[in-house]
């Protein structure tokens, strides 16, 4: 990864969560009614007919950055089938959400990322989003794209050993919608405590409580050198011979994978997908390290007690 791309993500993550800090609730109906109407969103229109070009906005983040800048992506009508798929795999939760709060899904090439939320009017009583996809994943599976991100963490030059993420053959649009769209829904009903940190003495939100100190930091119980460091959290890309370590470090938390070990909205983002995706859709998935097709360890989060222990948070997603 290079040092564009990690600085873009913290300014990503940065923007998302003042975006989620400044969100208030319970707003009033004539906001919410102001709010679509200037952005032009209509509740009971489809998702389908939000897809569009990604907003000048979105284009500017790259250009003040000194990058190379993404372009618009057309999807061709196989292309239109994957996506449409991956709306019907939305929980009823993300769907009313999304209803409301989504002004645009969009696709771009030249993207650093997998996928980005930006919220389009950070501040305002009522918060609206947009979705941007680098269109490259709809040409990839859920174990291609996420075995390719975990390899980011781990040097594995020289070594006959590699991780693999076996998350099934599903398209990997489906994993990125159902993750951004939790990042929606987190950022519309503020499921996760709504400050930057949890003042001292206080247990925090439901979903952060016994689990996360502040945004970035586990509570001491799970909190360890070993994942503290990872590349997700700006850390150091690890040996390939420290890679059952790091694992096994993980199975001592309640995060259901290393990237959502690294700060509490991408814990909620990737225990809501990998819950809907091996609890509802029936998908397979397990940290491996591999010496060839050989596979010499495996982990499978969603067996945990520790991960299990958290289901009951997000029943919610759940309910019509």
């Given at each position: 990864m290079n040092a564009f791309k990690t600085g873009f993500y913290s300014v990503v993550l940065l923007l998302f969560v003042c975006s989620i800090s400044s969100t208030s609730h319970g707003q009033m109906?004539?906001?919410?009614?102001?709010t679509l109407q200037r952005y032009g969103i209509d509740p009971t229109?489809?998702?389908?007919?939000?897809i569009g070009p990604p907003s000048p906005r979105?284009?500017?983040m790259f250009t003040d950055e000194g990058?190379?800048?993404p372009t618009a992506h057309d999807l061709t009508p196989e292309e239109r089938r994957q996506v449409l798929a991956a709306f019907s795999a939305l929980t009823p939760l993300h769907r009313r959400v999304l209803s409301t709060r989504l002004r645009s899904i969009s696709f771009a090439d030249g993207m650093p990322n997998t996928a980005l939320t930006v919220t389009v009017n950070p501040g305002e009583p009522y918060e609206v989003f947009d979705i941007i996809f680098r269109a490259g994943i709809?040409?990839?599976?859920?174990?291609e794209i996420l075995t390719q991100k975990e390899r980011t963490c781990f040097d594995a030059a020289g070594s006959a050993m590699n991780v693999y993420i076996d998350g099934g053959k599903l398209d990997a649009i489906i994993y990125a919608l159902l993750h951004e769209a939790t990042h929606v829904v987190d950022g519309s009903l503020g499921m996760i405590k709504d400050s930057n940190s949890i003042p001292a003495g206080s247990n925090g939100g439901p979903f952060t409580s016994g689990v996360w100190s502040d945004r970035t930091t586990p509570v001491p119980q799970y909190r360890t050198a070993l994942l503290e460091d990872i590349h997700y959290r700006?850390?150091?890309?690890?040996?390939?011979?420290?890679?059952?370590n790091i694992?096994?470090?993980?199975?001592?938390t309640p995060f259901v994978s290393l990237?959502?070990?690294?700060?509490w909205y991408d814990d909620l983002a990737e225990l809501v997908t990998w819950y809907h995706l091996t609890q509802k859709m029936k998908q397979p998935y397990h940290l491996e390290i591999r010496r060839g097709a050989e596979v010499l360890y495996s982990y499978s989060p969603m067996d945990s007690t520790l991960v299990q222990s958290r289901f009951e948070q997000i029943t919610q997603f759940y309910a019509e």
């Open positions: 109906p004539l906001q919410r009614a102001e229109s489809s998702l389908e007919s939000r979105f284009i500017k990058a190379p800048r709809l040409q990839e599976n859920i174990s700006g850390g150091k890309i690890r040996n390939m011979n420290e890679a059952q694992y096994d470090a993980l199975r001592k990237y959502g070990s690294s700060n």
